[in-house]
């Protein structure tokens, strides 16, 4: 006959064979919550495995249902339904009007996890100066500013798996590792680094338009935490507790003595080691610790890394009249008369197609370094399209911002902002002042079709 143990009551009782934890409690007087009445209709019965896991019946019917949907972690079963095969020590997750509030599931849509322990990688991110030109700049330019960054990272972080815990302030924590998956560490790696390629696409535009260095630092740790919903009913939000965000948050503020931008913990370190390049490494005393830490500097993955995480081969290459050419596309997957942006390291590439013949440049404005075309996916998302998208026409193209008119074949200015204001203002945001200097070419990129194919060069 099992053996049983209640925490946090110290209160121990038997189960007979083919009864129910919750049967058994209530035979026994202890004060198991069980709101539906134990037909798995809620979750307020639920209790946490402490010991004997092994000694619980698998879940089925009702009982799988409702951890799925509430994504319970594999030690929390509900009582009502799991039968115990031996002997069990657990925790009681009810234990007032408060827990009932947390936990019943009646009436709601806003499912509660229990805290866990889980190996996540913890991802801290600051502004480097935020404080002197939030205080320059007006409110609401400061809004725009962090919504267009958070935006813009919140991107990179979730298509790399992670999960954006919070924002606090100018800072942002995000977490890796919720999910199953063996990559955790190397995609939050990934996010750091592609992060930085962002931050540095963004650094013209916040120059031009507001006349500062904009600087991201970045910290990444990994470690065990505990994982589960904090806030009041209808308020929760997944969150992380524990140590690895301490460190985290140091090794991100680290940067700051060090002179870099993104550095990771050794623990971090031992888990991508094959599969990133190094730039450096310091050794540190984090604030509030008492030893020396080592802090890794990470320049990026390896190829065959990258190739794995992005689940594409790499990217084919060729060597071609001097230069070195990376496909691009089959020369019938563009129609005349369309665009196509593609993503690199260092810019976004736009590729348009007119009258049988390709251009390819820079998807940044000289003037105002803001997109000319939108990023292709959301070319099947209309609500996410500018109604006043760039225009190539024949062989120019026409930027949306302030009107400025560019050769696609040699690069060359034709008109330069002829939107704006004479005294070379933009109407609305006098305030920054004449914003017509900076007259650039485009940035063009060459194209090479060759058997049905289209390659791109960056070489100089």
Not at 176 to 191: C, M, P, W, Y
Request: include cysteine; aromatic fraction near 8%.
């Amino acid at each position: 006959m099992p053996s049983l143990r209640s925490q946090p009551d110290d209160f121990s009782f038997s189960c007979e064979t083919g009864e129910t934890l919750l049967e058994a409690a209530i035979r026994a007087g202890l004060p198991l919550t069980h709101v539906c009445g134990g037909h798995a209709k809620c979750s307020t019965c639920r209790v946490w495995v402490l010991e004997g896991l092994e000694n619980c019946s698998e879940r089925t019917g009702a009982e799988a249902e409702m951890a799925a949907r509430l994504d319970l972690a594999s030690g929390i079963r509900l009582a009502c339904q799991m039968r115990p095969e031996g002997d069990l020590i657990f925790r009681r997750l009810v234990l007032d009007d408060t827990d009932m509030a947390l936990t019943s599931q009646i009436n709601r849509s806003q499912p509660t996890k229990a805290g866990e322990l889980k190996e996540v990688a913890v991802f801290f991110s600051d502004i480097q100066g935020f404080t002197g030109f939030s205080e320059a700049l007006m409110p609401y330019d400061v809004m725009y500013l962090l919504n267009r960054y958070f935006a813009q990272i919140g991107e990179v972080i979730e298509a790399n798996g992670g999960y954006i815990d919070k924002f606090i302030g100018d800072g942002m924590m995000a977490l890796f590792g919720l999910s199953e998956g063996g990559s955790a560490a190397l995609r939050s790696v990934n996010a750091g680094l592609q992060c930085l390629t962002v931050i540095d696409r963004m650094k013209p535009f916040f120059k031009t338009m507001y006349d500062i260095d904009f600087e991201v630092r970045i910290g990444l740790h990994w470690g065990e935490a505990v994982i589960g919903t904090l806030g009041a009913p209808g308020h929760e939000r997944l969150t992380a507790i524990g140590d690895p965000v301490n460190v985290a948050s140091r090794a991100e503020q680290a940067n700051k003595e060090a002179g870099t931008r993104f550095l990771v913990t050794e623990a971090l370190f031992e888990r991508v080691k094959e599969d990133v390049e190094m730039s450096d490494f310091i050794r540190v005393r984090l604030p509030g610790t008492t030893t020396r830490q080592t802090l890794y500097e990470i320049a990026r993955l390896t190829p065959k890394a990258a190739a794995r995480i992005t689940g594409e081969g790499g990217g084919e290459t060729k060597r071609y009249a001097g230069r070195d050419w990376s496909r691009l596309m089959a020369d019938d997957a563009l129609q005349d008369g369309g665009h196509r942006i593609f993503e690199f390291a260092d810019y976004d590439v736009a590729v348009l197609r007119r009258n049988g013949q390709f251009y390819a440049f820079n998807n940044a404005c000289p003037h105002v370094h803001l997109p000319f075309f939108n990023r292709h996916e959301h070319l099947n998302a209309p609500e996410k399209l500018r109604p006043d998208e760039s225009r190539a026409e024949s062989t120019e193209v026409i930027c949306r911002w302030h009107n400025s008119r560019f050769d696609l074949v040699t690069g060359e200015v034709i008109s330069w902002c002829e939107l704006l204001k004479e005294d070379g203002t933009s109407e609305g945001m006098e305030f920054l002042g004449d914003i017509s200097k900076n007259k650039c070419p485009l940035q063009l990129f060459p194209l090479h079709v060759a058997e049905g194919e289209v390659w791109i060069s960056f070489d100089r």
